[in-house]
């Protein structure tokens, strides 16, 4: 192979034989290596994944799969390779090799995602892998295996390193940053698709190809950055992620859903057979935890989900560090057992004042997850100067929007009730002075 240009996939973009049409009208090129690959059952499997978990409760024709997104991602990671085609540095980094090695993470990047993954990693519970750890013993054990080194001529490891590991190597931090990072083909496949399917605009108004277009090798040269004429495209990109966290991913219904599930997953965590749940595909992973939730707290919330009536806890109450700082502080990055705690306690005190039992699980808080979001942190190339500077440095809007906005507001603490205690509750005058006292 002597150039990234000659790799089979690169050449099959350009061309209209063997193409796979993937919402919005775009063509996935299918090479025999590649289809061999999509057609395994480790990969077959993400067809029947959603990739927006819960998300369709609120936003019904969002239940697109990790499998659309996938090769969405696959064919990013061959429009990022014909725009670095022509960097010197990158190909002078990079070999054509190294760039067959980033195609396929790109195509098995969620290999190892289960049904609601995010959802449940973000309980940081013992004993729960990560999902990365689970890609990597699929690429070692699986059928994938033996197609990696007899079609592509690729050891599985070199694989796992880059979607799971720290790479050290120039070539690899490119690779790597490429995969994950702020203008990542991961992010820029899932804006758009999520807001298409979703049926909102949020993720889909910043200009792709121009952004595409920009992107270039940062000042060390081992990392993603774009050009000055990438720049007002990136703010875009930082306003859509903002937008979509907030109307969707961060949706009030939506992270009602969300808590009432952790919940109930934290009520069977000890009688779960975690290894074998999370081979599952949506419906056994379901099935399987309506079974095992027999207990009444574990069955009202888990039947709200995903029983014939959709039951979702009714918003009692939401706080930003700018409209209440001293509450959101009190909430926000704890771990889970603290929040099952005010729970707890917060069931007691209202009990008292209502002069009816309310159960733990009926009282539910919302609250950023411990560990925090990727940041929009990319360096702005200006050629004429041959200058580099941070997009934060150069771009106040997204300085704001990818870290102080984005962290404080979007992700608001929230206090879930059961909709039966919904209008006695909302009725209480010092609900902010019970919550600081928790």
Not at 63 to 85: D, I, K, M, P
Not at 200 to 228: K, M, W
Request: charged share 20%; proline share 6%.
């Amino acid at each position: 192979m002597h150039s990234i240009h000659s790799i089979p996939e690169i050449k099959a973009l350009a061309g209209r034989r063997s193409l796979v049409r993937i919402p919005p009208e775009l063509d996935v090129p299918m090479t025999a290596r590649v289809r061999n690959l999509v057609d395994t059952a480790p990969f077959r499997r993400l067809r029947n994944i959603a990739q927006l978990g819960l998300v369709p409760l609120v936003y019904p024709a969002a239940n697109h799969t990790r499998f659309e997104h996938s090769l969405g991602v696959y064919r990013l990671a061959l429009v990022y390779l014909q725009q670095f085609a022509s960097d010197e540095r990158f190909v002078a980094t990079v070999s054509p090799e190294q760039a067959e090695t980033f195609i396929i993470a790109a195509l098995l990047h969620d290999l190892g995602h289960w049904p609601l993954c995010h959802t449940v990693e973000d309980l940081g519970f013992d004993g729960i892998p990560s999902h990365e750890e689970l890609s990597s013993e699929l690429l070692h054990q699986s059928e994938i295996a033996s197609i990696l080194r007899s079609d592509w001529n690729v050891e599985p490891e070199s694989i796992a390193t880059l979607l799971c590991g720290k790479p050290e190597a120039p070539a690899q931090r490119i690779l790597s940053s490429l995969l994950s990072g702020p203008v990542d083909i991961d992010k820029m496949d899932y804006l758009q698709r999520d807001s298409l399917h979703a049926g909102v605009p949020y993720g889909r108004h910043f200009d792709q190809s121009r952004l595409v277009g920009s992107l270039c090798l940062n000042e060390a040269g081992d990392g993603l950055a774009i050009t000055d004429k990438g720049k007002t495209a990136a703010e875009l990109m930082v306003f859509a992620r903002y937008v979509m966290f907030s109307e969707v991913y961060w949706h009030h219904a939506a992270r009602s859903a969300t808590v009432m599930f952790q919940r109930a997953f934290h009520l069977l965590y000890n009688e779960l057979d975690l290894l074998a749940l999370f081979q599952m595909t949506d419906a056994p992973f379901a099935e399987t935890l309506l079974e095992k939730g027999t207990q009444p707290a574990t069955a009202a919330l888990l039947d709200g989900l995903f029983g014939p009536r959709r039951t979702l806890y009714k918003r009692l109450a939401e706080y930003s560090v700018m409209e209440a700082p001293e509450i959101y502080s009190h909430f926000t990055r704890r771990p889970y057992h603290f929040l099952i705690e005010c729970s707890e306690r917060m069931a007691e005190l209202l009990s008292a004042r209502l002069g009816q039992p309310v159960a733990p699980h009926e009282v539910l808080f919302d609250a950023q997850p411990t560990t925090p979001e990727v940041q929009f942190d990319v360096e702005v190339h200006y050629p004429k100067q041959n200058t580099y500077r941070r997009l934060g440095e150069v771009s106040p809007v997204t300085l704001a929007l990818a870290t102080e906005q984005f962290d404080s507001y979007v992700k608001r603490v929230r206090i879930f009730v059961h909709p039966r205690l919904a209008e006695a509750v909302g009725e209480l005058k010092d609900l902010d002075q019970m919550l600081l006292e928790l």
